[in-house]
């Protein structure tokens, strides 16, 4: 049954291998019927900085109301990001921090060690690029930016099941690599997963 998808690109630059796989992702999931949305984070107009911390309800920008109308649309999400510093890039963790705040993606019970998750009833799939093979990210340094998203944020927030796809090694790879890796995506798309 064709889904309602929301691919979230948290690559700065359009022209990145990130922004060719959102592509790829987006024309599979279309041609099966898919309801498909799609939006850069670069693009949205926001202050990334959180800045009173949660002592104070920072207002949304317009930017942020509508990826949160879509968030909130959505029946699966895919994120698309870069692995730098074993972290995702900068203005993905700003958009994250100023809109997965508590009342919008979860909320906690009073006098509770335990919260709600406002983000459940959705999956998601986290693509990411490497400049090093999978199995040397997750055994030598454990894999951080996934861990950060999947477990921290997205499954903290009701977001399951949340799969994973590595590509890589990004660094020094061939064009034809590169057509791979955007066809592998685009079959991934195509199944909706």
Same mark, same amino acid.
């Given at each position: 049954?064709?889904?309602?998808?929301?691919?979230?690109?948290?690559?700065?630059?359009?022209? *990145?291998?990130?922004?060719?796989?959102?592509?790829?992702?987006?024309?599979?999931?279309? @041609?099966?019927?898919?309801?498909?949305?799609?939006? =850069?984070?670069?693009? &949205?107009?926001?202050? /990334?900085?959180? @800045?009173?911390?949660?002592?104070?309800?920072?207002?949304?920008? /317009?930017?942020? $109301? &509508?990826?949160? @109308?879509?968030?909130?649309?959505? @029946?699966? &999400?895919?994120?698309?990001?870069?692995?730098?510093?074993?972290?995702?890039?900068?203005?993905?963790?700003?958009?994250?921090?100023?809109?997965?705040?508590?009342? !919008?993606?979860?909320?906690?019970?009073?006098?509770?060690?335990?919260?709600?998750?406002?983000?459940?009833? %959705?999956?998601?799939?986290?693509?990411?690029?490497?400049?090093?093979?999978?199995?040397?990210?997750? $055994?030598?340094?454990? =894999? /951080?930016?996934?861990?950060?998203?999947?477990? *921290?944020?997205?499954?903290?927030?009701?977001? *399951?099941?949340? =799969?994973?796809?590595?590509?890589?090694? !990004?660094?020094?790879?061939?064009?034809?690599?590169?057509? %791979?890796?955007?066809?592998?995506?685009?079959?991934?798309?195509?199944?909706?997963?």
């Amino acid at each position: 049954m064709p889904k309602k998808i929301l691919i979230i690109d948290g690559h700065p630059n359009k022209a *990145s291998l990130c922004h060719a796989l959102a592509e790829a992702y987006q024309k599979g999931a279309s @041609e099966t019927g898919a309801e498909v949305q799609t939006f =850069r984070i670069a693009d &949205l107009n926001f202050n /990334p900085n959180l @800045e009173a911390g949660y002592q104070k309800i920072q207002t949304h920008e /317009p930017d942020l $109301l &509508l990826a949160l @109308e879509k968030i909130r649309w959505a @029946e699966h &999400l895919v994120w698309v990001h870069p692995v730098w510093w074993g972290g995702f890039p900068a203005i993905m963790k700003g958009f994250i921090d100023r809109l997965f705040v508590p009342t !919008v993606a979860f909320k906690y019970r009073p006098n509770s060690v335990w919260w709600d998750k406002l983000f459940a009833g %959705r999956s998601a799939r986290i693509i990411t690029t490497l400049d090093q093979p999978s199995w040397y990210y997750w $055994l030598f340094y454990g =894999r /951080p930016s996934v861990n950060q998203l999947k477990n *921290s944020i997205l499954k903290f927030c009701g977001i *399951s099941p949340v =799969r994973v796809s590595y590509v890589g090694i !990004v660094r020094n790879s061939t064009e034809t690599q590169r057509q %791979r890796w955007i066809q592998k995506i685009y079959q991934l798309g195509k199944n909706q997963g």
